[in-house]
């Protein structure tokens, strides 16, 4: 059980950013990722929708031996975390745009939430900010485009800085101080996002916490690999150029 794989799954390369913490912390465990392009992007399904395809995913992967999942995906974990968790006899770690350390650190009591449609409107996002967003102005932003952009290969450029700039203006003219990446794919545009925001603006993804989370969890089940260094195997039931492409070509990508 303990060399049994992760198994993780995103609506495409965005979970990407999620592994590479996970290699960080966790270098003996192999992993699994499936993206679920053919679908992409989640943002704009409706939750029956996210719930089926998420389930489907995870059938694939407990289909491939996985002892634990990560949904690395905000939409998806948002919208369909509680619903697999009461369907598989496996441990999930979710995703969730984080909301409480912006609000618990913020100085100027104004904080950036950069999501995607599906994530903003979801009931657990919305029952996070009544949890820790209550004392805080929290600007909104679905950066929609943002996604399929990425999911094309484009990962600067002028396109991206438009739907970023239309984003991200709001935010800066109501001084947060902190920006939350509320989609999994949005770190891949960390240096651009960067050149558009002030420098004393903190950015804050999830990739470190999942991490420790998914840590905790092995460590909890003893499932946890002790073993040789792990080795990563990656699927996609789209096109492949992307995650290639992200992948530099390092790794075989299995097509389905």
Not at 4 to 31: A, C, Q, R, W
Not at 56 to 80: P, R
Not at 107 to 118: C, D, E, F, N, Y
């Amino acid at each position: 059980m303990e060399n049994s794989p992760i198994g993780m799954f995103d609506s495409g390369i965005g979970g990407i950013t999620i592994l590479n913490s996970i290699k960080k912390l966790l270098p003996k465990e192999n992993i699994i990722y499936y993206s679920d392009n053919f679908n992409s992007p989640y943002g704009n399904k409706s939750k029956s929708e996210i719930q089926e395809l998420s389930i489907k995913n995870t059938e694939f992967l407990i289909n491939k031996g996985c002892k634990l999942i990560i949904v690395a995906c905000n939409t998806a974990t948002t919208n369909s975390i509680e619903e697999l968790r009461s369907n598989f006899n496996i441990p999930f770690v979710g995703i969730e745009p984080a909301i409480k350390p912006a609000a618990l650190q913020t100085k100027t009591g104004s904080i950036g939430v950069l999501a995607t449609k599906g994530t903003l409107s979801s009931y657990l996002f919305n029952n996070t900010i009544h949890d820790h967003g209550s004392r805080v102005k929290i600007v909104e932003k679905n950066a929609e485009g943002l996604v399929e952009l990425i999911e094309q290969g484009v990962f600067d450029g002028e396109k991206i800085k438009n739907i970023l700039k239309e984003c991200l203006t709001p935010m800066i003219k109501q001084k947060i101080d902190f920006l939350v990446l509320g989609c999994t794919h949005y770190p891949i545009l960390i240096k651009t996002i960067k050149s558009l925001i002030p420098s004393d603006i903190k950015i804050i993804e999830t990739g470190k916490a999942v991490a420790k989370q998914t840590k905790k969890l092995l460590l909890e089940n003893k499932i946890e690999n002790t073993f040789y260094d792990g080795n990563d195997y990656f699927y996609c039931n789209g096109a492949s150029e992307s995650l290639n492409k992200i992948l530099n070509n390092k790794f075989i990508i299995n097509k389905l």
